[in-house]
């Protein structure tokens, strides 16, 4: 395939830095990379860059994976893994966003952020369980996740993750407020 110099870099992106190129599982190695982009986000522990990380980052899926379908002659490849990366930040909410410390434990509106390096250090079962139920989820695709997959280019491509990741944050949300 003969590529301008800018679909290249488009299709680096949408292929997840190549990740995406893995010849068994590409999503599940675009969503380790997308792990590593959510640590990336947490790692000063700021929530306004953590939350402007994800809202940046769901145009850019939108575009590189509707190019990529373009350049690639294929609807939604395999191969297109930008929205697991993009989707797993937001598969971690739950997870790094807790309760605040007083007033019996925090009220609804009150939320700390966990770090980078307090995940990997004290939550590294729960980035675990993160990553393996955006996997079931993102396979799985319980309604309305595969019907999400019909909207047009890079919008089917991308939102399906995002509703992935919000399942995911539903059951995250149960499990810790259990473990509360």
């Known amino acids: 395939m003969n590529l301008l110099p800018r679909d290249r870099f488009l299709l680096w992106i949408a292929q997840g830095f190549w990740a995406g190129r893995v ?8 969503s380790l990379v997308g792990i590593v982009w959510m640590l990336l986000l947490a790692w000063p522990g700021n929530a306004v860059l953590y939350i402007v990380g994800i809202l940046l980052s769901i145009p850019i ?5 509707a190019r990529a379908e373009k350049l690639l002659g294929k609807t939604d490849p395999g191969s297109v893994v930008i929205d697991e990366i993009i989707a797993l930040p937001i598969a ?3 997870l790094i966003f ?9 009220s609804m509106f009150s939320f700390q952020m966990l770090s980078a390096g307090e995940l990997l250090s004290h939550h590294a079962l729960g980035l675990g369980m993160v990553f393996l139920l955006f996997r079931f989820f993102d396979v799985l695709k319980p309604w309305p996740i595969g019907v999400s997959q019909k909207l047009p280019g890079g919008w089917g491509i991308t939102i399906d993750d995002i509703l992935a990741a919000a399942y995911v944050n539903i059951v995250m949300a149960v499990w810790l407020a259990f473990l509360r």
């Open 92 to 94: 971690g909410l739950a």
């Open 23 to 30: 010849p068994v599982a590409p999503g599940t190695a675009g």
């Open 61 to 65: 899926s939108v575009y590189t994976s």
């Open 98 to 106: 807790i309760p605040a410390p007083g007033n019996g434990g925090g």
